[in-house]
């Protein structure tokens, strides 16, 4: 009897053995088709980027790996990435800083590595704002990279200057022609002629701003003749847009005798817009009494309208990079540490919740990425 009652006792130890064998391998099977589905998920959100992305290798600075996006944007084909270094795309001259900024990725695993100049494989110089972050990637220390291609704004940010410095030059000879032919009578009649021929609006009015005089440039621009305007302030141009702060700014310092500069919008007699930069200058009697002003007007609408087009770039690339640096990072790092607590669990049921919680975060990671090219396009 004990021989039978030992035997039974073996063969329900190894039926009890072989049963939870059984369920722990079907366990981790299920985990580790998981564990797949949510790589691929991952990795089909990083492949459909409408930002170029891509992942190398911080100690031989290779290409591991990239998206479509950096394929269509640099010209080169994924075979033609992975047989490159990223020193490939930049300039020699900006090798050495390339390698120092590698190798100086922070603890945090995430920056923004500020603009850099990329050569595409047509051999065109485009200017991209970097953000970076630090990865565990097929066993190496990698880093991923997203590139946002700013060269257009760069190059209206170049023109706005280059605008600014002409009207600056065409200010100062017009200061110069005004202080020279401000002398004598016969001078202001000069300067009458001068005025008349040269493109920027100018306007004088007698000692209470009414108007007495325009040239030439002011009738071709604004439509009004003088006959239709003589004795009117010069607000009649103003309309419905016009700052009226500027306007009273003006008037004081009109009013205290600070001739300083002004821009503000006014309005055609057709009711179109158009922006000047504004200058005034006193016209003194011989018992220096201001019996005149005179006002020059640059036209800078053209300016005006760059300018408030990059304000309306800049705020987006803000944007765009807090969505970069803030909501994809979050969702990323929690999936990597997820996956990494999994790997050390063997109950179904804590793997079953983790993997709810990676899949909530391939959900936001897919949000983002839809609100990113959304923007974008946009």
């Known amino acids: 009897m ?56 911080r100690n031989t600075l290779i290409f591991m790996e990239v998206n479509k996006a950096a394929e269509d944007h640099y010209g080169y084909t994924r075979k033609e990435f992975l047989g490159m270094t990223i020193l490939d795309i930049r300039d020699e001259k900006m090798h050495l800083k390339t390698r120092i900024s590698a190798g100086q990725m922070p603890a945090e ?26 990865i565990r990637f097929r066993d190496k220390e990698c880093v991923m990279v997203i590139a946002q291609d ?9 023109k706005l200057k ?7 030059e065409n200010k100062k000879l017009l200061e110069l022609h005004i ?54 302030n010069p607000h009649f141009l103003h309309g419905p847009k016009t700052d009226p702060s500027t306007h009273a700014e003006m008037m004081e310092s009109l009013k205290q005798d600070k001739f300083k500069n002004f821009e503000i919008l006014n309005y055609t007699k057709e009711g179109e817009e158009y922006w000047v930069d504004m200058s005034f200058s006193p016209i003194y009697d011989r018992n220096n009494q201001i019996i005149r002003y005179i006002s020059i007007q640059n036209i800078i609408t053209e300016r005006k309208a760059i300018d408030e087009k990059i304000r309306e770039q800049n705020k987006m690339l803000r944007k765009i990079a807090w ?29 079953q919740e983790i993997h709810k919680l990676i899949g909530a975060c391939a959900k936001e990671l897919d949000t983002i990425t839809k609100d990113i090219a959304k923007k974008i396009r946009n």
Do not use: C
């Open 2 to 57: 004990h021989i039978q009652s030992t035997i039974v006792e073996t063969f329900l130890e190894i039926v009890l053995v072989t049963v939870t064998s059984l369920s722990l391998y079907h366990a981790f099977k299920k985990h580790r088709r998981s564990q797949l589905h949510y790589a691929n998920e991952y990795r089909n959100i990083f492949k459909d980027s409408p930002l170029p992305i891509w992942i190398y290798d």
């Open 323 to 351: 969505t970069n640096s803030h909501a994809f990072r979050k969702p990323v790092a929690s999936i990597i540490s997820l996956v990494d607590i999994s790997n050390d669990m063997n109950q179904p049921q804590e793997i």
């Open 150 to 158: 700013i060269t257009i704004q760069v190059i209206q940010e170049r």
């Open 109 to 134: 695993a995430y920056k923004s590595s500020g603009f850099w100049e990329h050569i595409k494989r047509n051999g065109e110089t485009i200017t991209v704002h970097i953000t970076s972050t630090k």
């Open 179 to 232: 202080l020279q032919l401000n002398e004598t009578l016969e001078e202001k009649r000069r300067l009458a002629e001068v005025i008349d021929r040269i493109n920027n609006l100018a306007i004088i009015t007698d000692s209470i701003g009414r108007i007495i005089w325009v040239n030439k440039a002011f009738v071709k621009h604004t439509g009004y003749e003088l006959k239709e305007i003589e004795g009117k």
């Open 162 to 168: 280059e605008l600014y410095a002409v009207e600056q």
